[in-house]
């Protein structure tokens, strides 16, 4: 049987590249696999050998150890690849396709399924709706920062990208279609970025960089990015964005009048979720505050796009009701001004279509702006650690040497 490497959870602050059981179009038992889900048959499915595999931030909160990841859980959401095996069931995908992959894995039977909501898919997950691979209680779908990997329901769920020399050029940017492109794209469509548009971006992460750019692509007049990260904050510089240095600055909407003028915003995106700090020069962990602060600083009858991760088990949690994803947020505020929310996991099938041709024909640059940076497999675990630090990069595992 060929042979397979990957990132794998060791315990808070380790991750390690090992060998790993080599997929087949089956899934088995292992670390955070749901009982119901070991066995399970997926001749729907397709084996991939691993094009391009991104580090997420949400990978990052597991490997800090603040949810309930058990070790030996192979990491990574994020996958691009050539197929390589066929299920008898799959009809549509060959072998030899170049595709993006969703995080969300998705039946594309079930009744979120067919009504597009494939982020809350009913049947994949025995423990809740929704699923991803290589996620703490996402039903134990094997990660994809590795070698090879199994995706299953692949006719529904794969986006075949139509010519694989032109897809090759541009890989550093179509890897970005498995989640943080459509990630940022679906908090600025939630939060009704639209042309000409005021809009602040909480959060310069790779995450919080998309959804800036995003919102340039949906024709924002000024987009306002705040971070307590200078570095991140001169990157997000770099394409155009005004940004607000939060270590510097305690009082959001003062910083936001001397931009704008006025004290408020049209939209607000939270791309922080929960491990967010407070503002000024003493900050510390304040899970809420950037919920509030954007409740803040966003117009009466505006909407809050929040793709930002909050987790329902958070064992290094600064109370014990934040260890429960119980936070402290001013709904009668957002009540009041009317707001609209919208939050959860990215319904990436979505948007990935039309973001795929936005990138193919020049009208979108998102590795410039997240300062994608190409990598092996054997340096992932030192991005781990740099990314922890902060780092303004999205870090792209390159497996196979494949990408130029």
């Not at 919102?215 to 971070?227: E, P």
Request: some cysteine; proline content about 5%.
């Amino acid at each position: 049987m060929a042979s397979n490497r990957g990132v794998v959870y060791m315990g808070p602050g380790k991750v390690e590249v090992q060998d790993i059981a080599y997929p087949d179009l089956v899934l088995r038992d292992g670390p955070g696999v749901n009982p119901l889900n070991v066995g399970r048959k997926c001749d729907h499915g397709v084996i991939l050998k691993v094009v391009t595999t991104n580090i997420c931030g949400s990978d990052q909160h597991m490997v800090r150890g603040r949810t309930t990841a058990p070790p030996g859980l192979v990491l990574g959401h994020e996958i691009t690849g050539e197929v390589i095996e066929v299920g008898r069931d799959v009809e549509f995908i060959k072998k030899g396709d170049l595709v993006s992959v969703p995080f969300n894995i998705a039946c594309g039977r079930c009744r979120n399924c067919k009504e597009q909501n494939t982020h809350v898919c009913l049947n994949v997950n025995p423990d809740r709706p929704g699923s991803a691979y290589g996620y703490v209680d996402m039903g134990g779908w094997v990660g994809g920062q590795s070698e090879y990997v199994m995706v299953p329901y692949a006719d529904f769920q794969l986006l075949k990208f139509p010519d694989k020399d032109q897809a090759m050029e541009k890989i550093l940017d179509l890897t970005m279609l498995s989640d943080i492109f459509p990630t940022g794209y679906h908090g600025a469509v939630s939060a009704g970025v639209r042309p000409g548009s005021t809009v602040y971006v909480a959060g310069a992460g790779p995450v919080g960089l998309a959804a800036a750019h995003s919102a340039q692509l949906l024709g924002a007049s000024v987009v306002i990015v705040g971070d307590l990260n200078a570095a991140r904050l001169e990157q997000a510089r770099s394409f155009g964005c005004e940004t607000i240095d939060l270590s510097e600055h305690d009082n959001l909407a003062e910083q936001i009048e001397q931009i704008l003028g006025v004290p408020e915003v049209d939209c607000a995106i939270d791309c922080v979720g929960f491990e967010a700090h407070g503002h000024g020069r003493n900050h510390s962990e304040a899970p809420a505050t950037v919920l509030n602060s954007i409740m803040e600083i966003t117009r009466a009858a505006g909407r809050l796009g929040i793709p930002g991760l909050y987790v329902t088990g958070d064992p290094g949690a600064v109370d014990e009701d934040a260890k429960a994803g119980t936070l402290k947020i001013r709904i009668g505020l957002g009540w009041a001004k009317a707001h609209t929310f919208v939050t959860g996991q990215t319904p990436v099938m979505r948007y990935h279509r039309e973001l795929m041709m936005a990138i193919l024909h020049g009208k979108a640059q998102i590795a410039r702006a997240v300062n994608a940076t190409k990598i092996s497999l054997d340096e992932a675990p030192q991005a781990y650690s740099e990314f922890d630090k902060g780092a303004a990069r999205k870090y792209v595992i390159d497996p196979h040497g494949l990408v130029k």
